[in-house]
């Protein structure tokens, strides 16, 4: 891969005596979907926050480049305005928010109805909802995708796009991520499902807050599936070495 947008060297992240990221290295090319793989609890979302710039999730060690600038050190506002989106796993802070409003946050003039669109949803039948636990999981899931096809990020964040939703839905959301690759926005796609890992071009294991293999999502997949990790047996996360 000729220059990475978005390259990770080295990351650590240390929290309450125990170490979440550990030597973390993966790099993500222009218009590339890169799949992290890995089980509850192994430290995805933790390295997903820190290069979102997340409070709490600053690095103790490594660094965070995107187009070759040092970003690691950048409040996430700046990051989102250099191109980086994440979409929450668990998007609470939306939480009773109107769908129309979601849709065109920072964006007045846009078309939520167009957006709706895109996602494979009828306007009618959503623009008058609010984003709540009336919407299934799938529903959130598409609206969430909109939101983040909306902004056209130069690379996305997506936590789990496919937690709790139907084959059907599933369909929807693999064909949403992939257009967004093909527009040219580079994915990186969390999951512990190991088919999202086959819509990748490129694919890592996590466990234990390390990356424990990358390569083809073939390769990276079945790995996963028979999950022969040498650095943990089980462990969630190694607990901080002393120095
Ligand atoms: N700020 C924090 N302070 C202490 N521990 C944390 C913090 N953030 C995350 N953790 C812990 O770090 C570990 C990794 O959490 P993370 O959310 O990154 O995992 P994940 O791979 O995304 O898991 P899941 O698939 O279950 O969402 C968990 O044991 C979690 O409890």
Redesign the pocket.
């Known amino acids: 891969m000729t220059d990475p947008l978005l390259q990770i060297r080295g990351l650590r992240l240390e929290?309450?005596g125990?170490r979440?990221l550990d030597d973390i290295s993966l790099a993500v090319g222009a218009g590339e979907i890169h799949a992290l793989l890995?089980?509850?609890?192994?430290?995805?979302?933790?390295?997903?926050?820190s290069v979102m710039g997340c409070d709490?999730?600053a690095p103790d060690r490594g660094e965070i480049r995107f187009v070759g600038q040092r970003i690691d050190t950048l409040p996430l506002h700046e990051r989102a305005r250099l191109g980086i989106t994440m979409a929450w796993?668990e998007p609470a802070r939306f939480e009773g928010v109107p769908v129309r409003e979601f849709l065109t946050l920072g964006h007045p003039e846009a078309d939520p109805a167009e957006r709706l669109r895109r996602v494979g949803l009828a306007p009618w039948r959503y623009l008058g909802r609010m984003l709540d636990k009336t919407l299934s999981g799938g529903e959130r899931k598409r609206v969430e995708l909109a939101a983040v096809i909306a902004l056209a990020p130069r690379l996305a964040l997506l936590?789990?796009p496919a937690a709790g939703i139907d084959l059907r839905s599933l369909d929807e959301i693999v064909r949403v991520v992939r257009e967004l690759r093909d527009a040219g926005t580079a994915v990186l796609l969390?999951s512990?499902r190991e088919e999202m890992g086959r819509i990748a071009d490129r694919a890592s294991q996590?466990c234990g807050?390390r990356i424990i293999v990358s390569g083809s999502p073939q390769h990276v997949a079945a790995q996963y599936r028979e999950h022969h990790c040498v650095y943990c047996d089980g462990e969630?996360?190694h607990d901080t070495q002393p120095a």
């Open positions: 929290r309450a125990r979440l890995g089980g509850n609890g192994c430290g995805k979302t933790s390295l997903a926050k709490g999730y796993q936590d789990e969390i512990h996590m807050g969630l996360t």
